[in-house]
């Protein structure tokens, strides 16, 4: 029995959230799964990830084999390093939350700056209608003729 490391996918429709799972290789995606290893939310900001390193360590010492966005996940936790004796990766970068208030003011600045000035930030184009092309038409043929 070949034994894999993998994705169970939880969620709704556009909210996915995966658990990573021990499960045998002929079983489906969202099938039974020998044993619960992990967690993976990739929608929250940052994603979490959750590894429980000593049985990630065991499972591959047994033989299970990670699929790629497995793999993926224990090159960042390092369990991957750990596991093959490789120096263990730099520590995750953990983006700082934008402010979206004061984004939000330095727009309403701009939009105020430009309202201000009570001009047209782009010229007006100038309307051709039918009428002037069949008037242009008319002329050229007028000026062929003679």
């Known amino acids: 029995m070949a034994?894999?490391?993998k994705l169970k996918r939880?969620?709704?429709i556009r909210s996915p959230h995966y658990?990573?799972?021990?499960?045998?290789?002929r079983t489906r995606r969202d099938g039974r799964a020998i044993e619960e290893i992990g967690l993976y939310h990739p929608v929250q900001n940052p994603s979490r990830?959750?590894?429980?390193?000593?049985?990630?360590?065991?499972?591959?010492g047994v033989g299970a084999q990670p699929t790629?966005?497995?793999?993926?996940?224990?090159?960042?936790?390092g369990d991957w390093q750990k596991f093959k004796g490789l120096p263990a990766p730099a520590p995750m970068l953990v983006a700082e939350p934008k402010d979206k208030r004061a984004?939000?003011?330095a727009f309403t600045k701009a939009l105020e700056a430009n309202e201000a000035k009570g001009e047209a930030i782009t010229p007006k184009a100038k309307k051709s209608g039918k009428k002037d092309e069949a008037a242009d038409a008319a002329e050229s043929a007028e000026s062929t003729e003679a």
């Open 103 to 105: 984004a939000f003011e």
């Open 3 to 5: 034994v894999k490391i």
């Open 49 to 60: 990830i959750e590894v429980n390193s000593e049985r990630v360590q065991y499972w591959l």
């Open 68 to 77: 790629e966005p497995v793999m993926a996940i224990l090159k960042v936790t």
């Open 10 to 12: 939880l969620g709704k």
């Open 19 to 25: 658990r990573i799972v021990v499960a045998d290789s």
